[in-house]
């Protein structure tokens, strides 16, 4: 049998820290090794119980969520710790400031349960957490941003089929759909995404997003 999923709740609202703890503590695969409600605690408390997942709050006092997710996904001592954002204000600055500093995905907190619990279960089998729907939305508030976009310059050299599934990735396709598109098996998008994410430094599908917006490959 699997060790339990081992998991540190963050949340500067007393109730919301309660209930996703008692939720997740009610899940016979995983175990709240500790609380927190902010940022430094936060810090100071992974960094003592080393968990396999990390659902941080972005608005806290003292050290917000995208600072702390910057220091925990920084720490040598903890390359293993996963970091999924909490919010109540869906795509906002905040969040893609926090996927910037290494989370792998965000999660509403109004999230029905029992779609929590398969996040965290999604996260740990290490897939993206993000599915095309939300993807497509985050396409949507960087096709709509007016800040500058870098030049190619800063992306890493990519073969032809690589910028293929990224520029797909990026127009919110799912693996299946790419696949159809390129006449290629969904196991070698899967294989193409891994790889690109290498390159990227990225750690979820979502950074793929990021990456070809800021890089100017998608548009």
Do not use: C, W
């Not at 989370?103 to 109004?110: N, Q, S, T």
């Not at 098996?185 to 390159?199: E, F, I, N, Q």
């Not at 599908?205 to 100017?216: F, P, T």
């Amino acid at each position: 049998m699997n060790e339990p999923v081992r998991v540190v709740v963050v949340d500067d609202q007393e109730l919301v820290l309660a209930g996703f703890a008692a939720l997740l503590s009610g899940a016979p695969d995983m175990t709240v090794v500790g609380q927190a409600r902010q940022g430094e605690e936060a810090v100071r408390l992974v960094r003592a119980t080393r968990p396999d997942l990390v659902l941080m709050d972005v608005r806290m006092p003292v050290l917000d969520g995208i600072e702390a997710t910057r220091l925990i996904r920084a720490d040598p001592g903890l390359p293993d710790t996963r970091v999924v954002i909490l919010t109540t204000f869906g795509l906002d600055e905040y969040v893609f400031g926090a996927l910037r500093a290494g989370a792998v995905g965000f999660l509403l907190k109004d999230t029905p349960p029992e779609e929590l619990l398969r996040a965290v279960r999604v996260v740990m089998a290490g897939d993206s957490l993000l599915s095309p729907s939300i993807t497509r939305r985050l396409i949507e508030v960087f096709a709509g941003s007016p800040a500058p976009v870098p030049g190619r310059a800063a992306m890493p050299v990519l073969t032809d089929r690589e910028a293929d599934v990224l520029t797909l990735v990026a127009r919110g396709l799912s693996n299946a759909e790419i696949a159809a598109r390129l006449q290629i098996g969904p196991a070698t998008v899967k294989t193409y995404v891994s790889r690109l994410l290498t390159k990227l430094g990225g750690t979820a599908r979502v950074h793929l997003v990021i990456a070809a917006y800021e890089s100017g490959l998608a548009s």
